[in-house]
């Protein structure tokens, strides 16, 4: 435990820790909107343990909750996790070469796991990172999915409490440092613009997957830029 504390640092231990209270608050929400919906108690706590991933189990709930089809909300839960295929290939090197530590490692695989552990300059610290994160995250929306389930309808509506922002403000505040780069700030926005432009036209889920896109427009431009720099100088 204390080689873990030297590694990350007070900082960087007070971030994480933050983060799991921001999400430990929507796992109530979560827990409690799945019951008050009409789900048995242990289905979010089977999904929470299963899937471990936040969006694609509000996702989930709430298709199948106003009628549709349970495959279909399965495969848009597997359209909004796509994300974590780049996430993989960025954060490969900190799962290690045992396939155990790569499928524990996948399965903790989230946002803010892959943001913090790619925040982090050195490879040591990026692996300690990503597993205090991960392991952290998992224990506290796991337990926080049971407390919401028990507490039934204390808490219906996440937007009533803004529990809904929560979320995503945390995530604004961790990659904000990475903006600093010209080429990083170019890709985010980028990857905005594209979303917010399709999200009137396409399902939920699939503007942020477009947004991806960002990152290879700009590597494109990029090289396009750089290769013209090329022939002028030659």
Known sequence: MRSI??????????????VCLADGIVGISYGAIAVSAGFEVWVPMLLSVVVFAGASQFLFIGLVASGGNPIAAVVAGLLVNARHIPFGFAVGDVLGKSWVRRLVGSHLMLDETVAFALAQEDRRRRRAAYWA???SLFVV???????????GTAITDTDVFGLDAAFPAVLLALVLPSLKDRGVRTAALTGAVLAVAAAPFLPAGVPVLLALL?????LLVRTEAEAGKSEVAA
């Open 214 to 218: 960002g990152v290879p427009l700009v």
């Open 5 to 18: 504390q030297r590694t990350l640092g007070r900082e960087l231990m007070r971030d994480i820790a933050l």
């Open 133 to 135: 994160c991960g392991l």
């Open 141 to 151: 929306w796991n337990v926080s999915v049971v407390i919401g389930a028990f507490a």
